[in-house]
């Protein structure tokens, strides 16, 4: 039995070492240099050629590289009946959480603003909110989203959450659905985007959504680009609507040089490392799969295929 990596887009060498100095006797196949096919029973992988995972007669189970498994289900040719899996993993966890916090720190202390004004030799002063004053709404309460919301929370800020089914979360407001997307939306100041991709997540950060929150709300999307429509982010900015965003995540990765976000002065782009799964703590986690479907037995952290995670 052995386990096959499939990537397009990362640098495998730490999770083939995490692998092989965690359990030694195991076989590692990196795709599409895979010298036994049959013998493959586990897949570990990342944005991987659609269709590849047929080329193995015996797989039994596919994790995710990370806490996202949409590039997994973007297949149309997944194996029937084999389980899919994400990784959560404390560090990544922690990362997600410690970023949303700087990232709604730079914005509610005017730092990106001064920077700028760094740039042209300004000394402009402006008054700022204290995080009792503001309230950060977060979409999406899995576990980085909740991780984040208890982060914020424990610094002094006003947290809402909303998710697609009730959830709840010492300290924090929440809202369920779409009958509650609205309020949850009116009451944050900042919008903070963790939700899964699905397809009915995909584009939720529409002209629409902007609209309901606050006059001179502040966006952030740490989720994935898909769920961002630029051109609508950009027009609400414009008008004035919205005072900025803070951007990780791109429909097209990297972001090409001449787009409009690298010169727009209220957007600040970052380059999808908010949280990176760090494979030495996570490995742990990958081998447990490994075996466990190697056993007949259901993996940690299966994704829903009706949900989309």
């Not at 008054?127 to 914020?152: C, D, F, I, S």
């Amino acid at each position: 039995m052995s386990i096959v990596i499939l990537n397009q887009g990362k640098d495998i060498s730490p999770w083939i070492k995490a692998l092989q100095e965690a359990r030694p006797s195991l076989n590692v196949e990196v795709y599409p240099e895979v010298s036994k096919p049959e013998e493959v029973t586990f897949a570990l992988a990342w944005n991987h050629p659609l269709g590849a995972f047929n080329e193995f007669p015996n797989l039994r189970g596919i994790s995710s590289m990370g806490a996202g498994v949409d590039h997994v289900l973007k297949d149309p040719e997944l194996p029937a009946g084999v389980p899919i899996s994400r990784i959560t993993d404390e560090d990544l966890t922690n990362d997600m959480a410690n970023f949303v916090l700087a990232l709604v720190l730079n914005h509610t202390r005017g730092l990106a603003f001064y920077k700028l004004q760094e740039e042209k030799e300004a000394w402009q002063p402006r008054p700022y909110r204290r995080n009792e004053q503001v309230t950060v709404g977060v979409m999406g309460l899995g576990v980085l989203g909740a991780a984040a919301a208890e982060k914020l929370r424990r610094n002094g800020f006003k947290v809402a959450g909303w998710a697609r089914t009730a959830k709840e979360l010492e300290g924090v407001q929440a809202f369920a659905g779409d009958e509650q997307l609205d309020a949850f939306l009116a009451t944050s100041d900042i919008l903070v985007c963790l939700l899964p991709l699905t397809p009915e997540t995909a584009d939720i950060l529409n002209k629409e959504t902007f609209r309901k929150l606050p006059q001179g709300a502040f966006v952030i999307n740490v989720a994935r680009g898909q769920h961002l429509v630029e051109e609508d982010l950009v027009e609400m900015i414009d008008k004035g609507h919205l005072a900025g965003a803070s951007l990780d995540v791109f429909r097209q990765e990297p972001l090409p040089k001449s787009h409009v976000f690298w010169q727009h002065p209220a957007i600040q782009v970052t380059p999808h490392i908010a949280s990176v799964t760090n494979p030495a703590s996570a490995v742990a986690q990958v081998l447990e799969n490994y075996d466990r479907v190697n056993r007949d037995e259901a993996p940690l952290n299966v994704v829903s295929l009706e949900k989309g995670y």
